[in-house]
């Protein structure tokens, strides 16, 4: 799963596009959207439904029949849905874990998208299914104090970080990607 400490960091850019490249080279992947309160991804790739997650949860309908295609990939997606602020308690009440369980029998890897960590326990619920977390930090605004602490969190629930993604940074002026590339 990705999370962050603040909103906007990248996150759900980060995990669509890890989700896509996976799906490039071959994997079965599935991009979970577990961002039951504002989720974007739905509007980012034009898709039409409201079938996601929430209904899922609630119990009013089928997994294999939430799941969508990204249009322009061939990514399998299954969308938060409706938005909700009932997230946490249909994350807590045990079907979610469940759920995960079908999904990971399923694909070879599961990329979840999560809000923020901490604010809401959405994250720390999903962090307890997830086989490890990428914690996302941006460039000149995540304070690192509430990164460590996140860090800690993830371990009090025995969680795995598995990597740290920095966001939008700037490059040094004098490193040429292209020279580097080819001086190799
Ligand atoms: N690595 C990046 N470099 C530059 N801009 C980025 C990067 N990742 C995301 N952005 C931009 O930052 C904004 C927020 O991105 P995104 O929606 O992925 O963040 P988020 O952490 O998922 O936000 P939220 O907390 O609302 O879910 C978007 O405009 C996106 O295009
Ligand atoms: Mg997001």
Redesign the pocket.
């Known amino acids: 799963m990705v999370t ?1 400490t603040l ?8 995990a669509y596009n890890n989700a896509k490249s996976w799906h490039e080279v071959g994997e079965n992947v599935l991009l979970l959207d577990g ?1 039951m309160r ?1 989720s ?1 991804i739905k509007e980012y790739l034009n898709m039409e439904t409201n079938l996601g997650l929430t209904h899922v949860l609630q119990g009013k309908g089928r997994v294999t029949d939430a799941i969508m295609e990204d249009p322009a990939t061939g990514l399998q997606i299954l969308l938060a849905g409706e938005p909700t602020l009932e997230s946490t308690a249909l994350l807590e009440k045990g079907r979610f874990v469940a759920l995960l369980e079908e999904l990971k029998r399923s694909y070879d890897r599961i990329v979840v ?1 999560t ?2 960590y901490g604010a809401i326990a959405d994250a720390t619920i999903i962090a307890g299914s997830c086989d490890g977390v990428v914690l ?1 930090v941006e460039e000149d605004r995540t304070k690192i104090e509430d990164a460590a602490k996140v860090i800690d969190q993830l371990g009090e629930i025995r969680a795995e970080l598995i990597g740290v993604v920095l ?2 940074a700037t490059l040094p002026e004098n490193l040429n990607m292209q020279a580097s590339y080819y001086n190799l």
């Open positions: 962050s909103p906007k960091e990248g996150k759900t850019t980060l961002d504002k974007r998208d809000p923020t996302v966001t939008k």
